[in-house]
């Protein structure tokens, strides 16, 4: 099956600077990859989708990349806050029927 | 509106019991899915369902069972409880026939087994 990593298991930065969290996969390339927050004790809420044939997508602060040389998507949060602390999920979905494919994220603190 | 909603919040079973985890939407999607949520595994799919009348199994369906009559209802069986099995469970939804849409979360379900 096809398999999508974040390698960090936990990120700290200080308030105010860009925090980039990484999600890369293996074989070819998704379809789609989104980008999810899950605060504890509640489920994940969606942010950002991003297909392959595009290279970035903003909303706000937020910024997503989707590099397929690298197999790899970056997510970063310009002008971080503590209130953006929370546990940053990507996902894979490849084709059809497929399901979504999730990566066991990053827990993101950002420090006053 | 409720969107997802999951029941029960909390739930502790002993070894070898049965119980239904209860999953609803009110947006009338028609895809709907199943995840159990352990640590330092991430969100793991058990089964998913593209429509009324349709399921699949995902990564881990050992152990539970669904069946989807509606579109609105997803229940997840655990026919015989097993240590293995606590976890915190998400039932999601998405508006398309597949998951390519944005997945709308439940607020999840605890469940331990004793």
């Known amino acids: 099956s096809q398999k999508i990593e974040q390698n960090s298991e936990a990120l700290n930065i200080q308030e105010g600077k860009t925090a980039t969290l990484t999600c890369n996969y293996t074989?070819?390339?998704?379809?789609?990859l989104q980008w999810y927050r899950q605060d504890p004790g509640r489920g994940p809420v969606f942010l950002l989708l991003?297909?392959?044939?595009?290279k970035e997508k903003r909303k706000e602060r937020l910024k997503v990349t989707f590099d397929t040389t690298l197999k790899q998507s970056l997510f970063h949060i310009t002008a971080s806050q503590p209130a953006d602390s929370a546990t940053y999920l990507c996902?894979?979905?490849?084709?059809?029927?497929?399901?979504?494919?999730f990566g066991k994220g990053t827990r993101l603190s950002v420090i006053a | 509106n409720a969107g997802v909603t999951q029941t029960p919040k909390f739930q502790v079973l002993k070894t070898g019991q049965s119980m239904t985890l209860q999953c609803a939407q009110d947006?009338?999607?028609?895809?709907m899915s199943w995840y159990r949520q352990d640590p330092g595994m991430g969100l793991r799919l058990i089964h998913y369902?593209?429509?009324?009348?349709?399921?699949d199994q995902g990564e881990v369906p050992n152990g539970y069972n669904v069946s989807r009559s509606t579109t609105e209802d997803f229940p997840l069986r655990l026919l015989s409880a097993a240590p293995s099995q606590t976890s915190v469970y998400f039932c999601?939804?998405?508006?398309?026939?597949?998951?390519?849409?944005?997945?709308?979360f439940g607020p999840g379900t605890r469940l331990t087994v004793l």
């Open positions: 996902a894979r979905f490849d084709s059809g029927n497929t399901p979504l494919v």
């Open positions: 074989n070819y390339s998704p379809a789609y």
């Open positions: 991003i297909r392959e044939n595009e």
């Open positions: 947006m009338n999607h028609e895809y």
């Open positions: 369902s593209v429509g009324a009348g349709i399921t």
């Open positions: 999601a939804t998405a508006g398309g026939g597949t998951a390519t849409d944005t997945q709308y």
